[in-house]
């Protein structure tokens, strides 16, 4: 039998390392980026910051003679970012390129060369696709041991928000959610529900909310409604920069409506500040991110291995920085090519 020589594709995994290394944060950044998410790296185990919400209204009158009434100064609310494992394990054998022509007169799988055939092919392919799956669990992510698929790897910012929810943190009673019933596409050229319910939205938000700079995320249907909505409105469409983001219109440039495949096709919505969402991640072990061996009885089968660790963090829930509508998310899986 003819064996295989790995030595040359653990070599193409050193070689490119740098790039291996740096490949989920290509396909993480731009779109971390784009949505306000800070991308937190060396992250181990947890990582916990603290938000000490100040208690209003301590100034009161005074006069000689008065009881002196003491007040609260304020609590503190601690924002937990835990990171856990995930892996993605690849088993191929050369035996598979045997009928793959890649050029004239030059057949995959040969073996002349000792080496997997399509080495650095597989090797980035698996990175980026990794990276993907990372992507599609950022928000309807829900870590389960059980749920084999890229969304059981960890707890993603829709989860994060129900958990709040359901634990009395983010209420109607207490400003950051707010109904808006479903935001449609217009049904006709007169149409413009859409419009005006993202503008409420907006216009409903706390006042320290509104007059900072903010990012309205919303579903890119939902994108799409708004548009539709506007051009009804207005008669032309609103203008789009290259990340698919418009300003907001009646938010004097204060916000802009970011449009995310990665929040699905759901209806929840999401305002925010820039950095107040964090998704983090255990690099120390880069050095050996792509793991190539052969731990098989058949030396023909090769074995690629990735982990790293994975979270995501809101770091604060007032309606001073975040505000939800009563939409529920969808998830969609994009991901790679096929399922």
């Given at each position: 039998m003819a064996?295989?020589?790995?030595?040359?594709?653990?070599?193409?995994?050193?070689?490119?390392?740098?790039?291996?290394?740096?490949l989920?944060?290509?396909?993480?950044?731009?779109?971390?980026?784009?949505?306000?998410i800070n991308?937190l790296?060396g992250?181990?185990?947890k990582?916990?910051?603290?938000?000490?919400?100040?208690?209003?209204?301590?100034?009161?009158p005074y006069?000689?003679?008065?009881?002196?009434?003491?007040?609260?100064v304020?609590?503190a609310?601690?924002?937990?970012?835990?990171?856990l494992?995930?892996?993605?394990?690849v088993?191929?054998n050369?035996?598979?390129?045997?009928?793959?022509?890649?050029?004239?007169?030059?057949?995959?799988?040969?073996n002349?060369?000792?080496?997997h055939p399509?080495?650095?092919?597989?090797?980035?392919?698996?990175?980026r696709?990794?990276?993907e799956?990372l992507l599609?669990?950022?928000?309807?992510g829900?870590?389960?041991?059980e749920?084999?698929?890229?969304?059981?790897?960890?707890?993603g910012?829709?989860?994060?928000i129900?958990?709040d929810?359901?634990?009395?943190?983010?209420?109607?009673?207490?400003?950051?959610?707010?109904?808006?019933?479903e935001?449609?596409?217009?049904?006709?050229?007169?149409?413009?529900?859409a419009y005006?319910?993202?503008?409420?939205f907006?216009?409903?938000?706390?006042?320290?909310l509104?007059?900072?700079?903010?990012l309205?995320?919303?579903?890119?249907?939902?994108?799409d409604?708004y548009?539709?909505?506007?051009?009804n409105k207005?008669?032309?469409?609103?203008?789009?920069?290259?990340?698919?983001?418009?300003d907001?219109?009646?938010?004097?440039?204060?916000?802009?409506?970011?449009?995310?495949?990665e929040?699905?096709?759901?209806?929840?919505?999401?305002?925010?500040?820039?950095?107040?969402?964090?998704?983090?991640?255990?690099?120390?072990?880069?050095?050996?991110?792509?793991?190539v061996?052969?731990p098989?009885?058949?030396p023909?089968?090769?074995?690629?291995?990735?982990?790293?660790?994975?979270?995501?963090?809101?770091?604060?829930?007032?309606?001073?920085?975040?505000?939800?509508?009563d939409?529920?998310?969808?998830a969609?899986?994009l991901?790679?090519d096929?399922?």
């Open positions: 064996t295989i020589d790995i030595t040359l594709l653990t070599e193409t995994a050193i070689r490119y390392q740098k790039d291996l290394m740096y989920p944060y290509a396909v993480l950044a731009e779109k971390l980026g784009i949505h306000g991308l790296p992250i181990q185990n990582d916990i910051v603290t938000n000490f919400l100040r208690k209003q209204g301590l100034a009161k006069e000689i003679g008065l009881e002196v009434d003491n007040s609260d304020g609590k609310d601690e924002r937990v970012l835990e990171v494992k995930a892996y993605a394990s088993k191929d050369i035996n598979n390129y045997k009928k793959t022509v890649v050029g004239p007169d030059e057949l995959l799988g040969k002349q060369g000792k080496q399509w080495q650095l092919v597989m090797l980035m392919t698996i990175v696709t990794f990276g799956d599609d669990a950022l928000f309807p829900e870590r389960d041991i749920d084999q698929t890229p969304l059981g790897c960890f707890d910012f829709d989860t994060l129900d958990v929810i359901a634990g009395g943190d983010i209420s109607e009673a207490l400003g950051n959610l707010v109904a808006t019933g935001i449609a596409a217009p049904v006709d050229n007169t149409d413009t529900d005006d319910k993202i503008l409420a907006w216009r409903s938000a706390h006042p320290r509104r007059e900072i700079n903010s309205l995320l919303v579903p890119y249907g939902i994108g409604a548009d539709s909505a506007y051009f207005h008669m032309y469409k609103p203008t789009i920069d290259i990340y698919g983001r418009i907001l219109e009646g938010s004097a440039g204060k916000c802009k409506i970011v449009r995310s495949t929040m699905g096709s759901g209806q929840r919505i999401i305002l925010t500040v820039p950095g107040n969402m964090d998704f983090g991640m255990n690099t120390l072990g880069d050095e050996t991110f792509v793991q061996r052969t098989y009885e058949d023909n089968e090769i074995q690629f291995w990735i982990q790293g660790d994975y979270g995501a963090r809101i770091r604060n829930v007032h309606r001073k920085a975040l505000q939800i509508n939409g529920s998310p969808t969609n899986a991901s790679g096929y399922s």
